[in-house]
């Protein structure tokens, strides 16, 4: 970005890949986007994995996308198509193979933007329960996974308690390792001297409830980071990324990782140095109200997601009236649902369980119920 600010290029080619969870926490990216500078083409993009959840996390993220047009002048989602059974990366946007089409739930997400796009949006500042807290378990487990092969010596676990476990000397061959790890503690940290000997990609430790949709990750090798999981796909805390011609075959590093509140805040020292330093955001914005219209169609579109396990009520009394919407116009609308009872429904390679629903609905008193689990584009003539 500072290259393409001083080069006066007009547009930088973003691409980012990211758990539901980091869409959710980053709904605001690209409110802080220089008017002045570069236009933002998002040329790939998609959240971890094709469950419900991760075209909830998409949809709140266009609709701010949407709202900041004027900086975000081209978005695609990538990659596009992938046949089963041939395919190597995850989420794809269409699935195939020799008889049909697969649509997972993102690809119902992105047509129901395509078919109601706008010129002109509004922000909307949402009051009410908007936000999750999750709870956190406190189990802590080790596993260690990753391509590379590399020697754990002193492999070391202490708890803020001062218990300690010695797991001694484990010999990784790029085969994934449960240890013996089992115990409980809001708080503990890791010490270990790696010797690394191959692999592109490095190694992760997994720490925390490694069988649940919720712990945490220290990447090793091409990349030192602190990592959370969260609805069952990562996204980085912080770190840095280094090439792998720098990390040769005997390279060896003095590891320290801390893991504490539960693994909502990590540190990573490498060598005594502090390589990464990052807390998680307890609250997660999962209610989303975004506004915007298309002057040629003559349209106005609500857009609402609600990522929780409750159907909420929204009020757009003072949007309705904001906009000028009539009464006649608002006892006419539709809206398309798109929704399902599980967050974590929908498979690799397979059609979405539910898909959009549309029906006509009366927003005389400006009242819209929207279903747990659910994206909404309320569409007003």
């Known amino acids: ?3 393409a600010r001083e080069a006066g290029l007009p ?8 758990s539901s969870s980091w869409w959710f ?4 990216h690209y409110d802080h986007t220089d008017r002045k500078g570069p236009k933002v ?9 094709t469950q419900l959840i991760n075209g909830l996390s998409e949809a709140a993220f266009m609709g ?13 989602y990538a ?8 395919h190597s990366w995850n989420p794809d946007l269409i699935y195939f193979d020799n008889e ?6 993102s690809y119902w997400v992105q047509q129901m933007y395509a078919t109601t796009t706008a010129d002109t949006a509004w922000p909307v500042t949402v009051e009410g329960p908007s936000t999750l807290r999750r709870t956190l378990p406190d189990t802590v487990r080790l596993r260690i996974a990753g391509n590379a092969k590399a020697d754990l010596n002193n492999l070391v676990i202490t708890t803020a308690s001062g218990e300690t476990i010695n797991l001694g000397n484990v010999a990784y061959d790029g085969r994934t390792i449960d240890t013996a790890l089992d115990l409980h503690a809001d708080s503990y940290s890791i010490d270990t001297t790696v010797v690394y000997y191959e692999g592109r990609w490095g190694m992760d430790l997994i720490c925390g409830d490694i069988d649940g949709k919720n712990h945490n990750i220290v990447s090793l090798g091409r990349g030192h980071s602190v990592r959370v999981v969260r609805d069952g796909t990562a996204y980085a805390l912080a770190g840095t990324e280094v090439s792998m011609n720098e990390v040769r075959p005997g390279t060896t590093w003095q590891v320290h990782a801390d893991i504490t509140d539960r693994g909502q805040a990590m540190k990573l020292y490498i060598d005594g140095t502090l390589i ?3 807390t998680e955001v307890k609250d997660e914005p999962r209610r989303t109200v975004t506004v915007s219209r298309n002057a040629k169609a003559g349209e106005t579109y609500v857009r609402v997601v609600n990522a929780m396990d409750a159907p909420i009520s929204v009020d757009l009394r003072q949007i309705l009236a904001e906009l000028n919407i009539s009464t006649a116009s608002a006892a006419s609308a539709t809206a398309t649902v798109l929704a399902g009872d599980n967050p974590y429904a929908g498979q690799v390679g397979e059609e979405s369980p539910t898909r959009p629903r549309q029906t006509a609905i009366d927003l005389t008193d400006g009242d819209y119920t929207a279903p747990a689990w659910s994206f909404t584009t309320i569409t007003i003539k």
């Open 1 to 3: 970005w500072k290259y």
């Open 276 to 278: 990464a330093d990052g």
């Open 100 to 105: 049909r089409a697969y649509h997972p739930y």
């Open 25 to 28: 926490h980053n709904l605001d």
């Open 79 to 86: 990659p596009l198509f992938a046949k089963n059974g041939h």
């Open 41 to 49: 083409y998002l040329g790939e993009y998609g959240s971890w994995n």
């Open 11 to 18: 547009i930088v080619d973003e691409h980012s890949y990211q």
């Open 64 to 76: 701010r996308m949407e709202l900041n047009g004027d900086v975000v002048a081209m978005a695609s």
